[in-house]
């Protein structure tokens, strides 16, 4: 299935980068499994999305916990902490 | 309801009029969030940030006797002494009003996706988020848990 991942503040400047179209892998159904799967790119995604790394994610623009379930066509984004106010 | 995600400023005296025309308030709270002392960007997610705003303004509506309310909050580049922020909240007595205003502040904190960037004379960094503000959050959550019976 094809989902749209997007990146924010601190991820999205060490991962350079902000949006990407990602072909996910028959198996991988929910958000943890979805950035275990970036995470294995190595290099800066292993870095950025390790597990000690608090690292929030959004589905459909909603912040939701790792078992979150992911469908075909969702927005899913990851980002640090809010920080506004 | 007014939700605004803005790059512009904003004048506290004419939101604060806007809500005291409401009919029936007697009461109005407000919080405005200022830079301290260092420029800073503020990132955000469009769409999403004005969303989760919304359901927080939602929710206070939902606990206290919210007659109306309005949070403008800023992004983009900001200089010390700018406006960043404002929860104001229109009620009939003093006491919904303020702590609408507050529960609603304490979870925008920690709900809302804003990201600060500061720029300081070494070098710019991110805003890490504090676990004070967690708390604040949280302490809302074992407020209505231990109301309820």
Redesign the interface.
């Known amino acids: 299935m094809k989902v749209t991942v997007?990146f924010?503040?601190?991820v999205k400047?060490q991962l350079g980068r902000e949006l990407e179209e990602i072909e996910v892998p028959a198996g991988i159904s929910t958000v943890g499994g979805l950035r275990a799967h970036l995470r294995a790119r190595g290099g800066r995604w292993a870095e950025v999305l390790a597990e000690t790394r608090?690292v929030t994610a959004?589905v459909n623009?909603?912040?939701v916990k790792p078992g979150a379930a992911i469908k075909p066509g969702d927005e899913v984004?990851f980002?640090?902490?809010?920080?506004?106010? | 309801m007014k939700i605004s995600v803005q790059r512009d400023d904003f004048d506290v005296s004419s939101e604060l009029k806007l809500l005291s025309k409401t009919p029936r308030v007697g009461a109005l709270a407000s919080f405005v969030g200022v830079v301290r002392e260092v420029a800073m960007t503020l990132e955000h997610y469009p769409g999403m940030t004005e969303n989760s705003i919304r359901k927080i303004a939602e929710e206070a509506r939902s606990r206290w006797q919210v007659i109306d309310c309005t949070v403008i909050h800023r992004y983009g580049d900001l200089r010390p002494n700018d406006q960043i922020v404002l929860v104001a909240v229109a009620s009939a007595h003093r006491g919904e009003a303020f702590a609408a205003c507050e529960f609603i502040m304490d979870y925008l904190k920690t709900r809302a996706p804003f990201w600060k960037k500061e720029h300081a004379a070494e070098g710019s960094r991110w805003v890490e988020a504090k676990s004070s503000d967690d708390d604040a959050a949280e302490r809302w959550r074992l407020r209505q848990g231990a109301t309820k019976p």
């Open positions: 997007r924010f503040a601190s400047e608090r959004a623009q909603d912040m984004a980002f640090p902490p809010v920080t506004g106010g």
